[in-house]
């Protein structure tokens, strides 16, 4: 089925263009580079998987919760609109929410695939190309998984948010190569794996936590690809030049805070709309979720040398500062060992079937 049917939401074009500035690299040296990323390199080709196998599509979503989420995961779980709504009106919302938020998934791969095929052509590192092909075939694997969820499963789609496109297109209109790391590798990676967390480890769904589980085994390479060029490169950099990459840090970190609040839904409701998105802003689930998002991306901003004072500033304004001292490594070590387990759950599974 075309997904122009399933939006719920009018779609008047199929495609979005911008200029996406580059300068194409060609790099006639092929045994040297950086030793880290040759690894990560070999890693990527080891964990390569196919979508059509490793998750078992034969699971179905839950009728009136597809995703099995928590009710208190709802921004508006609560408040006086909430507490008036029909069993109907509530089952809606939580399709429309969840629906929403797995779109977003896929249109936000969608970019990280485009994005990474650019930095194949723009960075200069041969061994850096070499990985970043690698994270190509996953971000196609990824638009793939989401693209079944949402066709197969939900069998509707929400287009693209602003907020959403706005973010990418400043990521992929610079002509830096390191412009491109900073926005996907670090910034929107970084907020896609606190995003995909929160699925894999609270949802009662099998198929949608082992989605968002698959993908995340990908993701911490990707994120370990972003940190592991950045912090080599980013010392090199001028006072000013690093200025820069800061100051698109700060607004990048604020326009993320401030603008993922889901509004599709909330006007498609039939609600109170300025009144949810008020309460939704202010609620405590949405706090604790805006916070989480910087979880891995504040302790790598400090690793790759992005922590001026602007961006401490704004760490502090959103409270977040204390995030420096995460332990990076363990949470992306984390986040590919979950994988493993949600696999050798399924063999369990399947060996008690066969019994």
């Known amino acids: 089925m075309t997904t122009k ?6 779609v008047d074009i199929t495609e979005w263009k911008f200029d996406g500035a580059s300068e194409i690299m060609f790099n006639w040296e092929y045994d040297d580079g950086s030793a880290d990323l040759l690894n990560l390199y070999e890693k990527g080709k080891q964990q390569q998987w196919d979508a059509s196998t490793r998750i078992d599509w034969s699971q179905e979503l839950f009728e009136d919760n597809p995703m099995g ?4 995961s709802i921004p508006i779980f609560g408040s006086p609109v909430w507490e008036k709504m029909t069993e109907k009106e509530r089952s809606w919302l939580r399709f429309n929410l969840q629906c929403h938020s797995i779109c977003q998934f896929m249109h936000g791969e969608q970019g990280a695939l485009i994005a990474t095929s650019k930095i194949v052509a723009t960075v200069p590192d041969m061994n850096a190309k070499f990985y970043a092909a690698t994270q190509v075939m996953d971000e196609a694997r990824h638009v793939e998984a989401y693209k079944r969820l949402i066709h197969e499963k939900f069998k509707s789609a929400y287009p693209i ?4 496109q706005t973010l990418l297109e400043q990521t992929l209109t610079d002509r830096r190569w390191d412009m491109t790391y900073l926005g996907m590798q670090v910034m929107i990676e970084g907020l896609a794996l606190a995003a995909f967390q929160r699925i894999r480890d609270t949802a009662k769904n099998n198929l949608a936590a082992s989605v968002n589980a698959y993908v995340m085994q990908d993701e911490a390479r990707h994120v370990t690809f972003g940190r592991m060029a950045l912090r080599e490169y980013y010392p090199q950099l001028s006072d000013h030049e690093r200025g820069e990459r800061e100051e698109f840090t700060v607004e990048a970190l604020y326009f993320m805070r401030d603008r993922f609040n889901q509004a599709e839904v909330w006007e498609r409701s039939g609600l109170p709309v300025d009144e949810l998105m008020k309460y939704a802003y202010e609620s405590g689930a949405m706090q604790a979720f805006r916070t989480r998002l910087f979880t891995r991306i504040v302790p790598i901003l400090k690793e ?7 961006v401490q500033k704004a760490l502090g304004d959103m409270g977040v500062l204390e995030y420096a001292k995460i332990d990076v490594e363990k949470l992306i070590g984390n986040d590919m060992k979950v994988a493993e387990d949600f696999d050798a759950k399924k063999f369990v599974e399947n060996a008690i079937a066969a019994e």
């Open 5 to 10: 049917k399933l939006y719920q939401l009018p």
């Open 69 to 72: 989420m928590a009710d208190e």
């Open 161 to 164: 948010t602003k907020s959403l």
């Open 304 to 310: 790759i040398g992005l922590f001026g004072p602007k």
